[in-house]
């Protein structure tokens, strides 16, 4: 126990001390004055819409996760699977991937929902978003080609992955992982119930990727993440030349640099990705720097907000949980 506490808190340290040294990069670049007065010639009135995506993300995919959840018979209340889904964001923005199991813990505490339930429901949510992830990985790798463009290929470089030993180093893993699974099914197949359980409740959902409902909802979130990146773009005039296109980009830089488990909703490695999309596409560093300072300030300002009307709503609503 003790060994698994420490090497949390090494694990943690080590990525508060990656986002230190990756917004340390960004800022030492910066002139602190230059910086106040670039964003000071911001267009806020963008801001709104902003605002109103954000608050539309949230509800579809509190919907799209109750249709998930009503596969396996279950039906949580708007506002109860708000304040598991905006906790979970507010605790992940501390500890990387903690907001997972509050949203089950808050389930758990509200509606008594089953932790195979709600688990199943989480790992089948987080893998369609990461099919959905690759699909638009790969539209952008053909969508490069289409417009000369290499941002995403100076960043991943497909071709060395294919060449040497990496591929089959991959394949044989994999096989090999495949293999040890199986054999240990094979052992303790009997002890394998809530396994059992877990796979008929994924094997039930699955359905859904055909549910036109599913699909709508999947689809808006992912429209409007790219939104809340383009939207942006009309904060300076210098960005707001940018193209379609070259906001898709850096919606997809932006997001895989999210995907990393740095505490702060990825600080540093957001601000660095963005900088580096933008500065590619010829924009001066003040403006690039700016622009990535205001799209992360804001999203964890939401976080805050939501997570705060969230606790209000169990704390003081509901009282399922109570201050002493």
Not at 128 to 138: P, S
Not at 199 to 219: C, R
Not at 290 to 298: E, P, Q
Request: net charge positive; hydrophobic share 55%.
């Amino acid at each position: 126990m003790f060994k698994s506490k420490l090497f949390l808190a090494i694990q943690y340290l080590f990525f508060i001390g990656a986002s230190v040294w990756l917004i340390n990069y960004c800022f030492h670049k910066v002139d602190i004055n230059k910086f106040y007065s670039t964003l000071a010639l911001g267009h806020y009135w963008i801001a709104f819409f902003v605002f109103l995506f954000s608050i539309l993300v949230y509800v579809s995919r509190i919907t799209r996760w109750n249709i998930i959840l009503k596969t396996v018979d279950e039906d949580i209340s708007f506002m109860n699977n708000f304040s598991s889904v905006a906790l979970g964001y507010l605790v992940s923005f501390f500890f990387p991937r903690g907001g997972e199991a509050v949203k089950l813990l808050v389930l758990k505490k509200t509606d008594n929902l089953s932790i195979n339930k709600s688990v199943s429901s989480t790992f089948f949510e987080r893998l369609v978003d990461m099919i959905c992830l690759l699909m638009l990985i790969a539209l952008l790798f053909v969508l490069e080609l289409v417009n000369n463009s290499s941002l995403i290929t100076q960043l991943v470089n497909p071709k060395s992955f294919l060449q040497g030993n990496k591929i089959w180093f991959s394949l044989v893993s994999l096989m090999l992982g495949l293999a040890i699974v199986y054999v240990i099914y094979k052992k303790y197949k009997a002890k394998f119930t809530w396994l059992f359980s877990f796979i008929d409740n994924v094997k039930k959902m699955v359905g859904l990727l055909a549910n036109i409902k599913f699909t709508f909802h999947t689809f808006f979130i992912w429209l409007s993440y790219y939104l809340l990146t383009y939207l942006w773009f009309f904060v300076f005039d210098q960005t707001s030349n940018l193209t379609v296109f070259q906001a898709f980009q850096v919606m997809m830089v932006g997001t895989v640099a999210r995907s990393i488990p740095l505490p702060a909703g990825a600080l540093g490695a957001y601000h660095a990705a963005v900088v580096f999309a933008l500065t590619y596409m010829k924009v001066d560093y003040d403006i690039a720097f700016s622009l990535a300072f205001i799209i992360h300030g804001f999203q964890t300002v939401f976080t805050f907000v939501c997570g705060l009307v969230a606790i209000f709503w169990l704390v003081v609503v509901k009282k399922i949980y109570r201050i002493k």
